[in-house]
């Protein structure tokens, strides 16, 4: 039987949307349509607004103006979070103190709505296991979560986003501050998602290689959609157009740091 | 030696103490990895402005302060979840504000008195029973809110953007975490005073962190040593006749320095059973002794 595939349908959609905080703008008069079964990478350098656009995909801000769709809902409005898995910035040292076990942070994943025997459920449950396997981090279930190298870390997020088995799941940063197995590793896993599960996958990434290597289309943004497409369209001079010199990117982190 | 238990007013101390210490920590623990403690003392202090008012104006003084820190919370809170609050400055400008706003108050009210330095130190006689009534009355809320919401609020305090992409409804429980907060800080006071109730949040907690692996584990181990404090700290202060507040931190900062003292010697001892296993496998048939050590 021939593999009949569905016109895809349209999974976020940003419709000329701008932000800002407070003056600073950060993302001005978006369009950008993510469809279904696409391995898409948002591109930019730091402080782009990368971060800034993914997020009011997920209804964690507001947009100034226009209009954010997740799954055809207007995002703010949307609670169908069983459909959505997502993975935030790790930042080095965040969870240091935090008294939670692997096999505890992604049945919190897995947790819908209030439970009052929530407390005493078990955390190891075939769910949670499942989830943990698809990373390759299921005999690490009873360690505590500070005691993980970044990679490890970020794959145990990662089961965090899968454990509701999502159609959709956004990460942002995935590699940063990994090694080139552990960045290897996890991009694996992110293809076999894609490519078996037919789930959807974002990344935010400033790393153009990798993102050039991996991402079925690639969105550029520097507070504007600088271009949208498949990857192998992308151009050196764009490149340099996205990023510009060395100097520019630096002077536009300290103005990202600043703010 | 006289028994303490031949006193009634011994009782409710120890019965207060039990309550402050099962209260605090519970609630102390998210506050506490929120990265938020010094709410804790911000709080004391916009209800020890409250005490002042009550006791300047010959109002139950408890009611005015279990008012200004309620809402005192609420306001900490919204400028906290709109970003607006710039680390730890603005706290900084409620306590000192309230501090001096009740130092203020105080001195036109004709001084320092006797009430005044029970609400500020704590005291074992000054627990009526009415104080313990609504000590108990908050323990049991705050133990059904946190037994029935645990684990969104282990996810707000893991990362609140996750939580709410998780469907867990941050605005309405975070506002109810610092009401409650507020509501605690007021009611234990009477127990360890303004000046201390904050390290009754954080001590026993920080004990908890200190040798727990999972959050739960974490959860009772802490309530467990603010408990241990409460008991121990107020029958010190009954024989020596101390501070209760005092008595009862110092206990639980005794705990805590145990609890770094184990984890120390632990570490300590497979160090060194590590060092013993090397120079045995090198001397002995290679890597045979090493294996049983691991």
């Not at chain 1, 932000?19 to 001005?28: L, M, N, Q, S």
């Not at chain 2, 609020?153 to 975070?174: C, M, P």
């Amino acid at each position: 039987m021939t593999c009949s595939k569905l016109p895809s349908r349209p999974v976020i959609e940003w419709d000329r949307v701008t932000f800002a905080y407070g003056e600073a703008v950060a993302v001005e008069d978006v369009s950008l349509t993510i469809h279904a079964g696409e391995l898409a990478a948002i591109l930019g350098p730091n402080g782009s607004g990368k971060s800034t656009l993914i997020r009011l995909a997920l209804g964690l801000l507001r947009p100034l103006s226009g209009d954010v769709r997740l799954f055809g809902r207007d995002a703010v409005d949307f609670a169908d979070w069983d459909r959505v898995g997502y993975m935030p910035q790790v930042i080095a040292g965040t969870w240091r103190d935090f008294p939670i076990t692997v096999a505890e942070t992604v049945a919190h994943g897995a947790y819908r709505g209030i439970s009052p025997l929530a407390l005493f459920h078990r955390s190891e449950r075939p769910e949670v296991m499942e989830a943990l396997e698809a990373v390759g981090m299921a005999s690490y279930k009873g360690r505590r979560l500070s005691q993980l190298s970044v990679g490890q870390h970020q794959r145990v997020l990662l089961a965090r986003a899968l454990v509701r088995r999502p159609e959709l799941i956004v990460l942002d940063e995935p590699a940063a501050g990994i090694d080139v197995s552990g960045e290897e590793q996890l991009y694996a896993v992110l293809r076999n998602l894609n490519r078996e599960r037919n789930i959807t996958v974002v990344i935010v990434s400033h790393d153009i290689g990798a993102m050039l290597r991996e991402a079925s289309t690639l969105a550029c943004l520097n507070r504007t959609l600088v271009r949208h497409g498949p990857p192998h369209e992308l151009t050196s001079t764009e490149i340099a157009m996205l990023y510009g010199a060395p100097v520019d990117v630096l002077v536009h982190d300290a103005l990202h740091e600043h703010r | 030696m006289p028994s303490i238990f031949l006193y009634e007013f011994m009782l409710r101390a120890l019965a207060g103490g039990v309550l402050v210490g099962m209260l605090a920590p519970t609630l102390g623990m998210f506050v506490v990895l929120r990265r938020f403690s010094l709410i804790a003392d911000t709080l004391a202090h916009v209800a020890l402005m409250g005490v002042a008012v009550g006791l300047a104006t010959n109002t139950f003084p408890s009611a005015v302060a279990l008012a200004a820190a309620s809402l005192g919370a609420i306001v900490v809170e919204q400028l906290r979840s709109r970003g607006r609050l710039p680390g730890d400055m603005a706290l900084a400008v409620v306590l000192y504000g309230s501090l001096a706003f009740a130092v203020v108050v105080i001195g036109i009210a004709g001084g320092f008195n006797v009430d005044l330095f029970s609400f500020l130190f704590g005291s074992i006689l000054s627990v009526s029973p009415l104080d313990l009534w609504l000590l108990a009355g908050i323990t049991v809320t705050v133990v059904l809110f946190v037994g029935v919401f645990f684990v969104d609020l282990a996810q707000i305090a893991f990362d609140d953007d996750l939580a709410r992409v998780n469907g867990v409804r941050t605005g309405a429980l975070n506002l109810a975490l610092a009401v409650l907060t507020g509501a605690t800080i007021t009611l234990s006071m009477r127990v360890v005073g303004v000046l201390l109730v904050g390290a009754m949040l954080v001590v026993p907690v920080m004990v908890g962190l200190r040798l727990a692996r999972g959050l739960r584990v974490a959860m009772v181990t802490a309530v467990a040593a603010g408990v241990f404090s409460g008991i121990v700290g107020l029958t010190i202060a009954f024989y020596v006749d101390a501070s209760a507040g005092g008595a009862t931190v110092l206990t639980a900062l005794g705990l805590l320095g145990l609890a770094y003292l184990w984890t120390a010697v632990r570490r300590w001892r497979r160090r060194g059973r590590g060092e013993a296993a090397a120079p045995a496998s090198a001397n002995g048939p290679p890597g045979h002794r090493h294996h049983h050590h691991h």
